[in-house]
């Protein structure tokens, strides 16, 4: 039998998520109070200050949520445990057709951050994609393939990548080490290590000249890329928030069935994000349909999902700020009960075809949002 939270379990759920994350609200509304004057000389105009300071509310709000969501359920599985959309679970907006699709939503008045404002909250499981190291190498390969790239190009791009962020100065057949970039016109010094942004791939061979559209922005291969593989070095693809695209690159490499995964989890009605949902997680193996690979072994049932990029977007009138934010829920902070690896005021983490950037700032690591502030 399926395991998922009844509504007598999600009414629990609901009134101690309630209860931790209105007391971390007006937590951090005293801490927001303290430290106003502070702000002022960041130099945001008093408009984008209003914005800021609803905008890292919010974000406590969403780890408040998760965090209880954990608590009270082993583990952070799915989104079919009620994270998956933070704007309705905190019942910052409403689905006209179905309200309350899981049956999670708390029963109270859409919490109000200010007059006019709006807040729109994006969250993304880095967990479900491909880690990007050594070991993802029949898996670059595949996944260029499927972009209708040559097979000398996608030589190129896999080696290349793979000597950018191994620990040696072997150069593998189509790849490229320090000699190659010693001799190019601006030169560089190769990291062998893994990268530290997206958009490191434009330092390796071959990914400029692929990677970017006539415009020089990252193009649709870029996006499709990052839409697959994760910097973010996880315990292993949690198969339960993994994208069809992710899902069929697995599928070649691990050679199981991503359409009949999709549909088990799913659940009856064949609708992803729908309460009959099912979950891959310790104790549901017994179930006839659970997903095997090609050698009749169960898929793994214990992933995780650890690491998240999150997306908070307040606006009143013309006027808009955005914080993204990337956290890892498997180490406790000294503050949260995650570990905030980087904040990015007014920059797009969660990547789209050619996203839009805004002029910000960039604050890695951190640990407190009072530091931040």
Not at 109 to 125: A, N, W
Not at 222 to 249: D, I, K, M, S
Request: aromatic content about 10%.
């Amino acid at each position: 039998m399926t395991r998922s939270l009844n509504r007598n379990r999600a009414g629990t759920v609901v009134l101690l998520v309630l209860g931790y994350t209105t007391f971390i609200a007006f937590v951090s509304m005293k801490v927001i109070e303290g430290i106003r004057d502070e702000i002022k000389n960041v130099g945001f105009p008093g408009e984008k200050q209003e914005l800021r300071l609803v905008a890292h509310q919010a974000l406590e709000l969403s780890i408040a949520v998760l965090a209880e969501i954990r608590e009270l359920d082993q583990q952070l599985y799915s989104p079919s445990q009620g994270w998956g959309n933070l704007n309705q679970y905190l019942n910052l907006e409403v689905n006209e057709e179905e309200e309350d699709p899981l049956n999670l939503l708390p029963d109270f008045e859409s919490i109000q951050f200010g007059p006019g404002i709006e807040v729109q909250i994006r969250l993304m499981d880095e967990s479900g994609k491909i880690p990007l190291n050594v070991k993802a190498e029949e898996a670059l390969e595949d996944f260029f393939l499927s972009q209708e790239l040559n097979e000398t190009e996608a030589n190129i791009l896999k080696d290349s990548l793979l000597d950018w962020i191994d620990s040696d100065n072997k150069v593998r057949l189509y790849g490229a080490e320090k000699n190659y970039y010693r001799k190019l016109e601006d030169p560089i010094s190769i990291a062998n290590k893994f990268l530290e942004f997206e958009q490191d791939l434009f330092n390796i061979q071959g990914f400029e000249e692929l990677f970017r559209g006539d415009d020089l922005l990252p193009n649709q291969l870029f996006a499709a890329f990052w839409n697959v593989f994760t910097l973010y070095q996880h315990r292993g693809v949690n198969y339960n928030t993994a994208n069809p695209e992710t899902l069929l690159v697995l599928d070649e490499e691990l050679e199981f069935d991503a359409e009949k995964l999709q549909q088990f989890l799913a659940g009856p009605d064949n609708i992803r994000n729908t309460k009959d949902d099912r979950i891959l997680r310790p104790n549901q193996e017994d179930q006839e349909d659970y997903p095997r690979d090609k050698f009749g072994e169960f898929l793994p049932f214990d992933r995780i999902s650890q690491y998240f990029k999150l997306e908070i977007e307040t606006s009143r009138g013309n006027s808009q700020y955005l914080l993204s934010s990337i956290f890892d829920f498997s180490k406790p902070g000294s503050v949260y009960p995650c570990t905030l690896l980087k904040i990015l005021e007014n920059q797009k983490i969660i990547h789209a075809y050619k996203p839009e950037i805004f002029d910000g700032n960039s604050i890695d690591p951190i640990e407190n949002l009072g530091d931040l502030l």
